[in-house]
């Protein structure tokens, strides 16, 4: 009997290609870089399940393309905005993400880029290697104290909850702004406007939504303080790029960290890159060598679900069940 045949957008940890592989049949994009629209359309005729990547655009057209017997997607992260939810939920198609799991993992690396970004790490370290450094100074690379700043969280939600947890071991007062969240032990909810114009750090860790898109402009930029650290490792379309640059380049704010970019990649000639004030990372904040193996296990574990018409273990569309 012929095994159903499941297509990976990308090669993935092999703890998770080892689940897969015992059950199906694979087939596995093994490029650099992510396939084209046109090349996914052309792999997933007759499969049973498609495991994907945010940078695959998963539309109707894929989900028709692929056959009426496809009954799962499983997205290689938390976030699935690259998915087309509704055209998944009329086809009664299962599409799962791998939350829980990078949690630490990503909160530990938006807390590295505001400590980088505030110390003038990389700036300093560059200073060493190009041979400027000739003796020690009062003045220079004066950066940011952290014990006793507040701490301000956009999404208040296991990674939020994760910083305001390690912001406890600097002293830090934490408040946070997200309408489904409310006070607890560590962190007071307020507005955004609040937020905007008493935190040292902003720290962003919301899902992209209508609502949360480019919900850091120009107008944002002018409400925060000029020693103000911004940190993003959420998603790259909740900054507006060019209010960032300006912001940064005329010091309306001191700093800023970013593991997440719009566009993505950014581009080598982007003015942002220009910017000593400015650190940016190559979207690595789950890249922990036991959170990705986690993330494949995960990943392979809904599309297993998904393929046996049982419940996913972390769905992100449960209204298609009864």
Known sequence: MTRPTVFITRRIPEAGLDLLRDHYEIILWDEAFPPRHKEILEKVPGVSGILSLLTDKIDAEIMDRAGSQIRVISNY????????????????????????????????????????????IVAGEKNVREGNWKTWGPGIFLGADFKDATLGLIGYGRIGKAMAKRAGGFDMQVIFFDPTAESDEKARKVDLETLLCQSDIISLHAPLTTETKYLINEDSFKKMKPNC??????????????????????????????????????????????????????????????????????????????????????????????
């Open 229 to 322: 650290i911004l940190v993003n490792t959420a998603r790259g379309e909740m900054i507006e790029s060019n209010a960032l640059y300006y912001a940064l380049k005329n010091r309306l704010i001191f700093a800023a960290g970013i593991d997440v970019t719009d566009p993505e990649p950014l581009p080598h000639d982007s003015p942002l890159l220009t910017l000593e004030n400015l650190i940016v990372t190559p979207h690595i904040a789950s890249a922990s060598f036991k959170t990705r193996d986690n993330m494949a296990i995960i990943a392979a574990k809904n599309i297993i679900a998904g393929i046996q018409g049982q419940r996913l273990p972390h769905i992100v569309n449960p209204e298609i069940y009864p």
């Open 77 to 120: 992260a938390v976030g699935y905005n690259n998915i087309d939810i509704q055209a998944a939920n009329q086809r009664k198609i299962a599409v799962g993400n791998t939350p829980d799991v990078l949690t630490d993992a990503t909160a530990d690396h938006a807390f590295a880029l505001m400590l980088a970004a505030g110390r003038h």
